[in-house]
């Protein structure tokens, strides 16, 4: 497993903008972002393979959401925009040595998290 590091959460009005950004321990790791709201299921939102040539994102945040990467710092990024209300959650960084998808279980390493508060 590896070590991921979460920055950037806080509170937006919405419409706005964040930028999540997620520090891992190691390199060569497909990483991604899945998020969690009070009384919710978690919910998938986006991932990139190692090289940053593969991306996938959920339903939710697709042309709103873009995901990163810096593999010279191991650190993927999120951003966020037109953040509305159902954006609300704490957000979880993900790593895994194999291919990128949208389930959970494939995702060995997971981060603390990071709030995301948008106030309407």
């Known amino acids: 497993q590896v070590q991921l590091v979460e920055s950037g959460g806080g509170l937006v009005q919405a419409g706005g903008s964040l930028r999540l950004a997620c520090v891992a321990s190691?390199?060569?790791?497909?990483m991604g972002w899945f998020r969690q709201a009070p009384g919710k299921e978690r919910e998938f939102i986006a991932a990139?393979?190692?090289?940053?040539?593969?991306?996938l994102y959920g339903d939710s945040v697709k042309g709103r959401f873009t995901i990163s990467r810096d593999n010279a710092k191991n650190t993927i990024y999120l951003q966020m925009n037109s953040l509305n209300s159902e954006d609300t959650a704490v957000y979880y960084c993900?790593?895994?040595?194999?291919?990128?998808?949208?389930?959970?279980?494939?995702?060995?390493?997971w981060g603390q998290g990071t709030q995301v508060t948008v106030s309407s």
């Open positions: 993900v790593a895994t040595r194999r291919l990128i998808t949208t389930t959970a279980d494939a995702y060995d390493s």
């Open positions: 190691g390199s060569r790791y497909a």
């Open positions: 990139v393979n190692f090289s940053g040539g593969t991306t």
